[in-house]
T-cell receptor, first 115, second 112 residues
Framework: GAGVSQSPSNKVTEKGKDVELRCDPISGHTALYWYRQSLGQGLEFLIYFQGNSAPDKSGLPSDRFSAERTGGSVSTLTIQRTQQEDSAVYLC?????????????FGPGTRLTVL | QKEVEQDPGPLSVPEGAIVSLNCTYSNSAFQYFMWYRQYSRKGPELLMYTYSSGNKEDGRFTAQVDKSSKYISLFIRDSQPSDSATYLCAMSGITGGFKTIFGAGTRLFVKA
């Protein structure tokens, strides 16, 4: 079956511009996660959606970052007024139920470069 | 101090070697320990998962957890060039709910 997909695969933008990153999770998965991966830094948790519950936004690094999940499926991560330090690979993952033992299935990521 | 420490490498070994990858952690509440493998330009994929202490074997891969030392390991026997990837340890606990904490990842190169 189809896995997690993300678009675009690469995004180059100028400092100060807004960007939108899209994630299509595996059908039927109730939990969706966004992570940021910088060189040598591992996966940094950003935000978590579980069903109809309020999202956990505790990992968002600043108020320039926001995310939404429409209809319990597709999610969009928006970065406003991008900065050079926002350059990273943004990974989305989904899991069947969101409990800590669930396997997270990752998409291929969006590589964001802010010039 | 990071909650999970992992040497980023790179680690380069000849084909057929036994590889040892390790992570240390500080939060004693972690109970679920995972290893993810990430190929270049791909997302991570779950390789192995262990609950609490002990060993788990799956083919050429063995995951080991020592909760008393807060130390986990992944051993790869008879390493192959196709094992060349970044290996990330990850862990979570009931008290942490959903939140999985990942290590920085170790880049492994297996030379033919």
């Amino acid at each position: 079956g189809a896995g997690v997909s993300q678009s675009p695969s690469n995004k180059v933008t100028e400092k100060g511009k807004d960007v939108e990153l899209r994630c299509d999770p595996i059908s039927g998965h109730t939990a969706l996660y966004w992570y940021r991966q910088s060189l040598g830094q591992g996966l940094e948790f950003l935000i978590y959606f579980q069903g109809n519950s309020a999202p956990d936004k505790s990992g968002l690094p600043s108020d320039r970052f926001s995310a939404e999940r429409t209809g319990g499926s597709v999610s969009t991560l928006t970065i406003q007024r991008t900065q050079q330090e926002d350059s990273a690979v943004y990974l989305c993952a989904s899991s069947p139920s969101g409990i800590s033992v669930d396997t997270q299935y990752f998409g291929p990521g969006t590589r964001l470069t802010v010039l | 101090q990071k909650e999970v420490e992992q040497d980023p490498g790179p680690l380069s070994v000849p084909e057929g070697a036994i590889v040892s990858l390790n992570c240390t952690y500080s939060n004693s509440a972690f109970q679920y320990f995972m290893w993810y493998r990430q190929y270049s330009r791909k997302g991570p994929e779950l390789l192995m998962y262990t609950y609490s202490s002990g060993n788990k074997e799956d083919g050429r891969f063995t995951a080991q957890v020592d909760k008393s030392s807060k130390y986990i390991s992944l051993f790869i026997r008879d390493s192959q060039p196709s094992d060349s990837a970044t290996y990330l340890c990850a862990m979570s606990g009931i008290t942490g709910g959903f939140k999985t904490i990942f290590g920085a990842g170790t880049r492994l190169f297996v030379k033919a």
